[in-house]
């Protein structure tokens, strides 16, 4: 792999972008309002993150970022085979998300090992973002496991 310090970070935002839509479209797979209020959250989230690797990331490269990402990043963060399933329960939401966030975790390992110090710090960064959501998700499950 060979990418340009700009061009990963316009895929970081437009894998973020992706896994904001993801998650707001498979809310409309479940009538369960506990699983639809974890995964608007989730959308939200993402989108949150979406909007602030953009600022940072501009602010990294002291400039303007591709316009477009160049591959297909849209699913890194996502769970596609979930992606028509009907009346997700809550502990199916929380799998589907561990699955999307380590999917996005994997993207990011994959950039932070290509560059070198001081700009793999931002995707490390980024890892440690999802991780951390990995965390929520699994102690959600756990607690659920034993109610
Ligand atoms: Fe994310
Ligand atoms: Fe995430």
């Given at each position: 792999m060979s990418i340009t310090l700009?061009?990963?970070?316009?895929n970081a935002v437009e894998t973020e972008r992706g896994a904001n839509s993801?998650?707001?479209f498979i809310a409309q797979n479940?009538?369960?309002p506990e699983a639809k209020k974890f995964l608007r959250e989730m959308a939200?989230?993402?989108?949150?993150h979406a909007d602030l690797i953009e600022k940072l990331g501009k602010k990294l490269v002291d400039g303007e970022l591709p316009v477009h990402a160049d591959s297909f990043v849209a699913l890194q963060e996502t769970a596609p085979?979930?992606?028509?399933?009907e009346d997700i329960s809550l502990v199916e939401a929380?799998?589907?998300?561990a699955e999307a966030e380590q999917g996005a975790m994997m993207y990011y390992e994959m950039l932070a090992d290509f560059?070198?110090?001081?700009?793999k710090q931002f995707f490390s960064g980024l890892v440690n973002a999802e991780e951390e959501h990995l965390s929520v998700?699994?102690?959600k499950l756990e607690s659920l496991a034993v109610r």
């Open positions: 700009e061009q990963a970070i316009r993801f998650y707001a479940t009538s369960d939200e989230q993402e989108k949150g085979g979930w992606k028509f399933a929380l799998q589907i998300a560059f070198p110090e001081p700009h998700i699994d102690a």
